[in-house]
């Protein structure tokens, strides 16, 4: 009884038609009533794509080559500031040496200008003090003076004394040793004699035969003298 039941039953199964089962359409899980939406979660990684080391790498060498390219330029143009500066200083040198080399050539050919004049001049200088000379203290005051040569006397000694100041302006100075009984020195003094006197130092300047000149503080011509020797 049992199994004409069970076959029966397998029958009618068999007879029926085949009914598919559709799947459920999926839905997301946010857009499901009465429920919450689930937050997305992201995924990173931290190896780099190939292609962006890539063109790092080539940043970085580019970075390096053109570094080296500034570094260069500015060792070329140190240097260039170092000849500069040494070319500079090499041109104020010889500049300045220029400069004192002019100025001492100039002066001396102011000096030698001055000298020869000079030389020339103490011959007329020597004149006038020679006028001077010859014209007696005794015949210059009291009873036997006269007035005509008091007068020339006196201007020819305003004459001599203007004169040598206006020489020595110039540097040219006149010396006469015996007055002050000056040691005889043969730098400044030429001795033409000599002779024994007891009352004088030996050595020393009694007479003045032509007076000496200085130029500037060296011997233009040295003073003519007699010398003390008691030896």
């Known amino acids: 009884m049992f199994q004409r039941t069970m076959l029966r039953a397998s029958r009618q199964a068999a007879a029926r038609p085949v009914q598919r089962i559709q799947p459920a359409a999926f839905v997301p899980i946010r857009q499901q009533a009465g429920t919450r939406a689930a937050p997305a979660i992201r995924w990173y990684s931290d190896a780099a794509p190939a ?4 063109k790092e790498g080539g940043a970085e060498a580019s970075k390096d080559d053109g570094a ?14 170092i000849d500069l500066k040494d070319k500079y200083l090499r041109s104020v040198a010889d500049y300045r040496n220029l400069q004192e080399r002019t100025k001492r050539e100039i002066s001396a050919a102011k000096d030698l200008a001055l000298k020869n004049f000079a030389r020339d001049l103490v011959e007329s200088v020597d004149n006038l003090d020679r006028a001077l000379g010859t014209v007696e ?3 210059l005051t009291g009873e036997a003076a006269n007035a ?3 007068a020339l006397h006196d201007g020819l000694k305003m004459t001599d004394r ?11 100075e006149r010396f006469d040793p015996s007055p002050d009984a000056e040691k005889f020195n043969p730098n400044v003094h030429e001795a033409v004699f000599q002779t024994p006197m007891p009352d004088k130092e030996d050595g020393t300047c009694f007479h003045t035969q032509q007076k000496g000149f200085l130029l500037n503080g060296r011997v233009l011509r040295a003073a003519k003298v007699g010398v003390v020797k008691n030896a």
């Open 137 to 139: 203290p005794s015949k």
């Open 68 to 81: 080296a390219q500034v570094k260069e330029q500015l060792e070329k143009k140190d240097k260039e500031i």
């Open 51 to 54: 292609e962006a080391k890539g």
């Open 162 to 172: 203007i004169l040598m100041g206006t020489l020595k302006k110039h540097g040219l």
């Open 148 to 150: 005509d040569l008091v």
